[in-house]
């Protein structure tokens, strides 16, 4: 199973890149092939704007991808800026993929913010959801370590299902 993780938070500090990493961690001890694409490494525009190279190497991974994980921040009760950059310009080649998410906020009133996600990749790309959603705040981390170990089974429970579901959708 080849399993694509964006992290989609341009933050130096990113909370959702470390729940990126220990996922990344879950499914590689699993056998999964694992890339994680770190989205503040490449260069993206908005549309209307000149493509870049690395929107269609990004493109061209989730068109190679079985499946993908999006991590991503909740900002003003939505997706990120650059999240949705990457869902209007390069995410064609996720028709009809099962997908998963893991988030950050600031605080915990903000869980439905995912919504908007879930909107744009199951109307617009066809895409099927883990019916799990992680949702992480300030205070299940210290410092780049993950604190809280509820969120850590949590994400483990994830990566279970998440590797049953998307072997069996093969
Ligand atoms: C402009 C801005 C808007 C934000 N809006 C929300 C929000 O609506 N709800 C919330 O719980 N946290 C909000 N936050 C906090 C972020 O979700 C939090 O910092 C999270 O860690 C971001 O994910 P990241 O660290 O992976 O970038 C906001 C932060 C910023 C900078």
Do not use: W
């Not at 209307?48 to 269609?56: G, Q």
């Not at 483990?156 to 072997?167: K, L, R």
């Amino acid at each position: 199973m080849k399993t694509l993780i964006i992290s989609s938070s341009l933050s130096p500090n990113s909370r959702s890149f470390i729940l990126c990493q220990t996922m990344e961690k879950e499914l590689t001890n699993k056998g999964v092939n694992v890339d994680l694409v770190k989205l503040s490494d490449y260069e993206i525009n908005p549309y209307h704007r000149p493509r870049t190279a690395d929107m269609d190497t990004l493109a061209q991974k989730i068109t190679e991808s079985d499946n993908i994980i999006i991590g991503m921040g909740i900002y003003n009760y939505s997706i990120s800026d650059a999240l949705k950059i990457i869902l209007d310009n390069c995410f064609g080649g996720s028709t009809g993929k099962f997908y998963g998410l893991l988030t950050a906020a600031g605080g915990d009133k903000s869980f439905l913010a995912t919504m908007n996600l879930t909107q744009i990749c199951m109307n617009q790309y066809r895409m099927i959801q883990l019916p799990r959603i992680i949702y992480a705040t300030g205070s299940d981390f210290v410092g780049d370590d993950i604190s809280n170990e509820d969120l850590l089974e949590r994400l483990a429970s994830f990566a279970n299902e998440f590797y049953d579901i998307g072997t069996k959708l093969l």
